[in-house]
């Protein structure tokens, strides 16, 4: 089993330092504190996964574009209540390498290492026609 293939994969993803509960829109006054910014909502991006196959290992790739939302996030000294005074989506370039092993013929152990999101262990099932 040998050869090449390609995908296309658009993913979502949630991680840590959400904001809290904040209304959507500037302090009314100046007296408020910062307390920096923070993801608003889930990661988006579309992923082009590449690999070629030499039975019973697979060389692993990836590249892609990811776009995060950010939030400013002051506090009203005031209230407690929490703002959102500026936001902003940021894009992250994706990409990795890794390498797999076939331990079947349609199951493959792979572990990646992604400049996004460090080192990467999955488990592949291979469909053949």
Avoid at 18 to 44: F, I, N, Q, R
Avoid at 45 to 65: A, D, S, V
Avoid at 95 to 102: K, L, Q, R, V
Wanted: glycine share 10%; charged share 15%; net charge negative.
């Amino acid at each position: 089993m040998q050869g090449i293939w390609l995908t296309a994969v658009i993913s979502f993803r949630t991680n840590g330092d959400y904001a809290p509960s904040y209304l959507d829109y500037e302090c009314p006054h100046s007296d408020y504190s910062v307390m920096g910014w923070y993801k608003d909502g889930s990661e988006y991006g579309i992923m082009f996964y590449y690999g070629i196959i030499k039975y019973p290992f697979t060389f692993l790739g990836e590249l892609g574009l990811a776009l995060q939302n950010y939030i400013y996030l002051v506090r009203s000294n005031a209230t407690g209540w929490y703002y959102a005074h500026d936001e902003e989506t940021n894009f992250f370039p994706i990409f990795s390498i890794g390498i797999g092993i076939f331990f079947s013929p349609h199951y493959r152990l792979q572990v990646k290492i992604s400049n996004r999101y460090s080192v990467l262990l999955g488990l592949a099932l291979a469909i053949q026609k």
